[in-house]
């Protein structure tokens, strides 16, 4: 590698050491690095969670996500859904017209607080990511 390439870029992973613009590595990162936990270790989804027939599927959980969305601001005493369980009660039958999937409404709730934890969980995880991406520019200058 000679020193031209390497000037040409800003940014290296701190957890591969590959080198790139900045912004490249950045999305490398979360794309490449993204299961990174908290402790350092690479968490592989282990075969046993595929067992488990309660596990929501990414389609699955991307309707409930896209139906509270649209469905949320119609959620009031004067609109469609008068309290927020009349609004789980029908993401839980779009479910099952849509996608044939039987899910209680009190099992999108909890789909849905679930994500909610995991999300937050996740920006930790972000931040730590951009820390692993190392700024080439700034230790040369
Ligand atoms: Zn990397």
């Known amino acids: 590698m000679s020193e031209d390439y390497e000037n040409h870029y800003d940014g290296k992973c701190g957890i591969c050491g590959v080198v790139g613009y900045l ?10 690095h993204e299961h990174v936990e908290e402790n350092g270790t690479v968490n592989n989804s282990s075969p046993q969670q595929l067992q488990n027939t309660t596990e929501w599927q ?8 896209d139906k509270y969305e ?8 004067m609109k469609k859904f008068k309290t927020k369980k009349n609004m789980w009660l029908q993401i839980s039958k779009d479910l099952s017209v849509i996608l044939n999937v039987e899910r209680s409404p009190l099992q999108c709730e909890n789909r849905y607080k679930t994500i909610l934890k995991r999300k937050k969980r996740q920006l930790k995880t ?5 820390a692993a991406v190392l700024i080439l520019s700034m230790s040369r200058k």
């Not at 912004?23 to 490449?32: F, R």
């Open 70 to 77: 649209s469905y949320l601001p119609l959620v009031g005493p």
């Open 126 to 130: 972000m931040t730590e990511v951009a």
């Open 58 to 65: 990414e389609g699955e959980t991307r309707l409930l996500l």
């Open 23 to 32: 912004q490249d590595i950045q999305e490398h990162v979360l794309a490449e």
